[in-house]
């Protein structure tokens, strides 16, 4: 326990200057996109003389430098203070509170399915290499890798939402619909199975194909011929020895695909209509938003650095032989 | 198409994954009883329409907040009354009495007068809106001798002509009880609406819609025909497509279903696509021209632009027939305005190089004669679809165009603030009155940085000089008149080049009915919107 403390401690400490880093590279490099906040809104505002364009400007503190807006942001963000929105002028972090929960759930959802299904087929697979049913799978999971999100979401609500009318493919909820509870909760599920699945079959070829590789290193070792001379099942062989000891590249895979998948729902959400974070990054930088962007990215940065602290921990859990060289 | 969709459906139906989903008992319903769902693909911060006269926010707000007047296709001055009964201009034009509509209440139960007319077009119009800024620029007073006359008292003769046309457009009235001693720009209700409207502003779930119910105080007995409206933020068009097929949505405007998908759309059963209802809200398809570019300030090169393009295969291949070409800087549909007595330049590649020629511009060993910078506006995809055109067209006379593409604050930034572009593609929309749409496109003397304006470095004594004075001429057929001269002059000095206008289309349900029942549908009321069984 001892030493989790202090690996999380040391990477606590070693997030600071990663975070301060990626505040300041999102303001600068979002000052380099041509066009300011100002121009993204008289778009969508049908324009305005000179006048308007100039109180506009000092509205939003945008005729002040570069420079003075930053230390202004950063002197907020030592009180926690994640600034305010110029794009959909309310604060940064009312914003975040209230899209990053959807993307949560879609992301939780769409990773347990990749992971899950996915290393399922993995073991599926790996357990007879070479054979007709791993070949299938292969070319299978490198089929669906190869699909972009939004071309596989287009087809899905196609089939699902407007041929069979089986499942919605928008929205994360019915509107209005005065629902609570459970039946508010399987509302959710339902206008979730789409994206998720869009989202995770995806991921889901690579659990399987790092799943199948990592078994076939595992059965080369020495303990596998010793419990096949042993005589043990193959059944006990596959689950008990190989796909046990092959499960740690895939842990380590988790932690990389969650940052990745936050990425990928950029798309996703804007494809189902989902209100959440990566549609609110997109937004974000449309409306040459800095506040906002940098709050989304900051939060983004602090996810992927919990969830790999998490694996790391889980590595060590898993492996102690691991936990004593990280806390060491 | 119908094989093909019962091959899928027989596929998919004999997979045991989805047999598994199918036990779930999950079944998509379709909105009905009373309630329209409506595709929005924006969310403007600022709903107030008396603030931010666009049609993103009239589209939301028309429904809650109504003007003086609406456009019309039957009534005189093709207007139709809504809180103004009746309006005359002085024949001074210092003056404009409004006569209003008695028994209206607000949203909370107070009641209208002509006190929030007054405060709206002092407070509101002229000191916030970016068209009211322009029209009632010179409005030094409102008089209310009673609660329901509104006398607007102008320091400089204002054309009654301009003051009707934009009525739809810049009068949407506010409750001066709730704005009044607020600061305007950030009052809570500029977002949760209140209005006078067939519709109360109900909901916003940020991301995910916008809700109307039925306002039962309407002054218009027996309306709205629905209970409820609900805005549904779609962003992706192909989802709202897919949306309305599903019937998850009964209705798509302003074009929420992109005219690619028109013709199959227009054959599934029960959807109906409807052209009409924009009439009043024309977008005219523009090139911009730089005239600080030595050989764009040519006329001789202009004009061998305007040759270079085919109007007609822009209309029937990039509009796809939803469109018509254009000879001026006003569009068709402005009747009381439009003349087609100009100059024209029709498709014609050998004119076009022999006026090159002419101006000096003989190719090189490499078939070009000068490179340009071409930068498409984003926000249509027409407007795109039409630079890759605009490109290839240009090289036919030997002019090597150099597509410069941007997302939408960059591309305002660089046309209308940095002025770097040779030619930029827009699409003005046309406001019903040249004085506060077309003439904005090449009048002079505009600062840097104010966009969808003349920005091009194009300077005219002689247009000027016209625009200036139908600002100030009081008799209509006289400033009509002036405005004819007007594109003349345009269409001789081309300053830029329009190449085609159009509206805009709704795809419905066919349950869904009057649609299109006036020539600004899309950001009217929808009083008489209502949907069958």
């Known amino acids: ?328 | 198409m119908a094989v093909l969709t019962v091959s899928r459906r027989l596929l998919l139906q004999g997979t045991a994954a989805l047999a598994g989903l199918a036990t779930l008992g999950l079944r998509a319903h379709a909105a009905g009883g009373g309630r329209l769902v409506v595709a929005a693909d924006s969310e403007p911060k600022n709903l107030n329409p008396a603030i931010v006269a666009s049609n993103g926010v009239f589209f939301v707000a028309s429904k809650v907040i109504e003007p003086l007047a609406e456009a019309s296709y039957t009534g005189e001055n093709g207007l139709a009354p809504r809180l103004a009964l009746a309006w005359e201009g002085s024949s001074d034009g210092l003056s404009v009495t409004f006569r209003l509509r008695p028994d209206v209440t607000w949203h909370d139960g107070k009641p209208f007068t002509s006190a929030d007319v007054a405060f709206s077009a002092l407070q509101v119009w002229k000191p916030l809106q970016n068209l009211g800024r322009t029209i009632f620029a010179d409005l030094t007073a409102v008089d209310t001798p009673d609660p329901l006359t509104a006398v607007f008292r102008f320091s400089q003769p204002t054309p009654i002509q301009l003051i009707r046309n934009a009525l739809p457009a810049v009068t949407a009235v506010l409750p001066r009880h709730l704005y009044e001693g607020t600061d305007i720009a950030t009052n809570p209700a500029n977002v949760q609406l209140v209005g006078t409207g067939p519709y109360r502003f109900a909901e916003y779930k940020p991301g995910q819609y916008y809700r109307l119910t039925r306002n039962d105080a309407y002054w218009d007995k027996g309306k709205p025909a629905l209970e409820e409206i609900i805005f549904r933020v779609l962003p992706d068009r192909a989802g709202a497509g897919a949306a309305l097929e599903a019937d998850e949505i009964q209705l798509a405007a302003f074009s929420a279903v992109p005219l690619a998908d028109l013709a199959r759309i227009a054959k599934v059963p029960g959807i109906k696509v409807v052209p009409e209802g924009y009439e009043g809200l024309t977008y005219q398809l523009v090139v911009e021209i730089n005239h600080r570019r030595k050989e764009l300030a040519d006329l001789k090169v202009r004009q061998a632009i305007a040759h270079a393009i085919d109007r007609k295969f822009v209309v029937d291949t990039i509009f796809l027939g939803y469109a018509t070409a254009s000879t001026g800087p006003v569009p068709k549909n402005a009747g009381e305005f439009y003349t087609p007595d100009v100059e024209t330049y029709p498709f014609d590649v050998a004119r076009a190089n022999a006026l090159l020629d002419e101006a000096g511009y003989t190719r090189g060993a490499d078939g070009v004669r000068f490179t340009l910078r071409l930068l498409p506006a984003p926000y249509f995809n027409e407007t795109r679809q039409f630079g890759d055109y605009l490109k290839q067209a240009l090289k036919a006379v030997g002019i090597d165009a150099q597509l410069v593409n941007n997302d939408a604050a960059a591309h305002i930034k660089a046309v209308y603030a940095d002025h770097a572009f040779d030619l930029a593609v827009a699409p003005p929309v046309f406001r019903g009155d040249p004085a506060i749409s077309t003439t904005i496109l090449v009048k002079s003397g505009l600062p840097a940085g104010v966009p969808f304006s003349n920005q091009g470095g194009f300077v005219s004594a002689e247009i000027d000089a016209v625009i200036a004075q139908a600002a100030r001429t009081v008799d209509t057929s006289a400033r009509t008149q002036l405005y004819k001269t007007f594109q003349k002059l345009v269409a001789a000095d081309l300053p830029l080049i329009n190449v085609a206008e159009w509206g805009f289309i709704t795809v419905a349900r066919d349950t869904v009915e009057n649609v299109a029942s006036n020539p600004r549908w899309a950001v009217s009321n929808w009083s008489d919107t209502a949907l069958q069984g």
């Not at chain 1, 988790?254 to 189902?272: C, D, K, P, R």
């Open chain 1, 1 to 328: 326990m001892t030493g989790n403390w202090v690996l999380a401690r040391r990477r606590a400490l070693a997030a600071v200057p990663v975070l301060l880093i990626l505040v300041l590279a999102t303001f600068l490099l979002l000052e380099l996109a041509s066009g300011d906040a100002v121009d993204a809104y008289l778009v969508t505002s049908g324009g305005g003389d000179a006048t308007l364009v100039a109180q506009l400007r000092q509205h939003y503190g945008l005729d002040q430098s570069v420079l003075a807006r930053l230390w202004i942001y950063l002197a907020a963000l030592a009180h926690l203070d994640l600034g305010w929105s110029v794009a959909f002028d309310r604060p940064v972090s009312a914003l975040i509170t209230e899209r990053l929960p959807n993307t949560l759930l879609l992301m939780g959802s769409a990773l347990a399915l990749s992971f899950g299904l996915g290393s399922l087929l993995g073991v599926v697979a790996g357990a007879r290499p070479g054979s007709l049913t791993d070949r299938l799978l292969s070319v299978g999971s490198l089929a669906l890798y190869a699909v972009p999100g939004f071309w596989l979401g287009l087809v899905l609500v196609l089939f699902f939402t407007v041929d069979l009318r089986w499942l919605p493919g928008s929205g994360i909820e019915t509107i209005a619909s005065g629902k609570t509870g459970l039946a508010r909760a399987a509302d959710i599920a339902r206008h979730l199975v789409l994206p998720v699945a869009a989202l995770g079959f995806i991921y889901l070829a690579l659990f399987l194909r790092v799943m199948r590789s990592a078994m076939a290193e595992v059965w080369q070792l020495d303990f596998v011929t010793f419990a096949q001379a042993k005589g043990l099942s193959r059944a006990r062989i596959v689950w008990r020895h190989v796909a046990r000891n092959a499960l740690l590249p895939l842990v380590t895979m988790l932690g990389l695909q969650a940052a990745a998948m936050l990425g990928g729902s950029v798309v996703i959400e804007s494809v189902f209509a989902i209100p959440g974070f990566g549609r609110l990054a997109s937004e974000a930088v449309a409306g040459r938003d800095g506040p906002l962007l940098a709050g989304i990215i900051l939060v983004s940065a602090v996810m992927v650095i919990a969830i790999n602290l998490a694996i790391d921990l889980l590595y060590a859990w898993l492996d102690p032989r691991i936990g004593a060289r990280q806390a060491g």
